[in-house]
C-alpha cells in the first residue's frame, strides 16, 4: 500500500527531517514581491507554478509535492484533506465534513461540493431536549447525540472523481497520510497545545486515549511522536477498496458500536445511504468583484454576500482600515445579517432559504437604510428581516491554485477540536460533534452563541447549519482571490475582512491576513475585537453603544491572491505550525 508516489522521491522522509524540497519555494525563501502596497509590514509568499495553504507544514508540503509533479489543484487538495486527517488531528478529519469550491479552469465552472455530515435517520426534533422540554447541549455536544454521519470521504472521491486531472488515484493520493499515520511524525507546539487543552475529553474515551495521551493519561506533549496505526490501517482500506470502505463493512461496524456506546442511535444504513453533494454556488458582486461561496447548509456564502452588498454603499477606503467608523459599519450590517440566518437559514434539501432574496442588491438598501453611522443599535431591537419572498423553487481551511488557474478553497471540521473527543475505537478515526450546529431549541444559542430556529431544527437525514465559508473572488472572469477560515461563527466575519482588506483598503494578502480582526453575530449583543485595536478605536466605537470585549484571536485564514506576476499566499500566523508554499 505504501505507493509509488513516496518511495520514487521518498517524500515522507524529507519532510520529516523538515528539509525543503529542491523544487518547491517556502516562505523564508520567498522573494518579497510587494504587489499592492507600498510598504507592507509583512510579506506573502511569491510563486509562479502553483500554490497550497493550509493550517499544518508537513499536508502542505504534500500538496505542492503534487503539484509539482503535475498533479492539478483538486489532486492535490485530496492529498492534503486526507494529510490534515493526520496531522492536524483536532480538525483535519475524516470523521468529520466540510465544503469545497472547485473552479476548473478549463470549463470556466465553479461549483460547490458539500460534504457535510448528516443527522442518522433516528434523528428527532426533541432529541437535544431533557425531560422538561429545556435544551442539553451535553447530549449534542459530549455524546453519540452530536455525531453527524461523516462526509469527507465521500467528498473527497467525488471531488477527484469529476474535477481532479486523472492522473492520480484516490490510493496515490492517500499514499503520504497512510505513511504519517504509521510512522508518525513530531508533536509541534500546536498540536501539543491542542492536545492539552482537549486532555480531559479525550481521556474520556479508551481509544483516543491510547492514541492521544502518554500512559500515565496526559497529552503527547511536543517531542513526542505521533503514530496512529488504526487509522493508517482505515486509510489503507480506503486506498485498497474506496469510499465503500468506509461506508460498509469493518470499520463502518466499528463506527456504529462506538457512537452507539456513547449513547448515539445509528445504524450500518445511514453510513451506506451518506452522498456528498454536487451544489451551485452562491455569486454576489462587490465593487466590480465576483464572489463565489458555498450556499446552504452553510450559511457562509449567503451571509458573506448579503453583508458585502449592504457595506458597498458605505466608502470604506474613506472611512480607512479598522477605524471607528469602519469597524461600526461593519458591525451593525453584521448583526442584521445574522439575524436573518437564526431565521432563514438550514438544509436546503428540507426547507426553503431565500438565497435569492438574502443576497439581492434592492434588499441590502433596505438593511442599510436601517443603519444609524452614529450609534449602534441593540441586538435585542434587531428582529429578521423581510428578503424577497422565496424563490420557487476547531475546523479547517486550505485553499489551493495550479499553475493553469483551477482553484480549490476547502474548509471542514470535526466541529469542537478533536470533535467529539471519541476515536472510535479499532479505527483511529475521531468523530465529530457536528450536529450541536442544529437549533436544539428555538433561541438557545449553540456552542458558538447562535441561535435559530424551525429552519435549522434537529430531523432526520438533515444536514446542521454552518458558517464554513470557503470562498473564491474572481476578477474579470479569473480567480483572484481564493481563501477561508475556521473559527465557528466567526468564519464568515473573519472571510469579509479579508476580502474588505484587500479589495478596499488594498492591502497585501499578508497583511489582509495580519490585521487585528472584529466581530459581531446579533447575539450575544457584544463586539469581540482582538487584542490590538487602538484604545482610542476602542473609546470611539463604546462611545456609539457598542459593547466591546476584547477576546481570543478569531480564524486561521490560508488564503492566495492572484496578481499580473504570479501567486501570492498568506498563511495565518494566529495558529503555530501552518504554511504557505509555492511551485516553482
Ligand atoms: O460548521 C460550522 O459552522 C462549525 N461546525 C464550524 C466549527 C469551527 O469552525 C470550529 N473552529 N474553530
Redesign the pocket.
Known sequence: MMTSFLSRRSLIASLLASTALPSVAFAQAAAPQPIISDWPRRQPVFATGGMVASQEALATRIGAEVLEQGGNAVDAAVAVAFALAVTLPR?GNIGGGGFMIVHRADHGQTKAIDFRETAPASMKKDVYLNEKGEADLNRSQNTGLGVGIPGTVAGMALALEKYGSGKYTLARLLSPAIQLAADGFLVGDDLAFSLKQAETRLRRFEASARIFLTADGAALPRGANLQQVDLARSLSAIAADGPKAFYEGPIAEKMVASVNAAGGNWTLADLKNYRAVERDVVKGAYRGHEIVSMPPP?SGGVHLIQILNILEGFDLKAAGQNSADSIHLFAEASKLAYADRSEYLGDPDFVQVPVRGLTSKKYAETLRAQIDPAKARPGPTIKPGKPQPFESD??THFSVIDKDGNAVACTY?L??SYGVGMVADGTGILMNN?LD?FAAKPGVPNA?GLVGGDANAPGAGKRPL???SPTIVFKDGKPFLVTGS????R?ITTVLQVLMNVIDHGMNVAEATEAVRVHHQWLPDELRVERGLSADTIRLLRARGHKVEIRQAMGSTQSILLTKQGFEGASDLRQAGTLTAGVR
Open positions: 480538525a452553510s476547531q475546523t471540521t466541529n469542537f457536528e450546529d458558538y454552518s458558517s464554513m475556521p473559527g465557528g461563527s468564519i
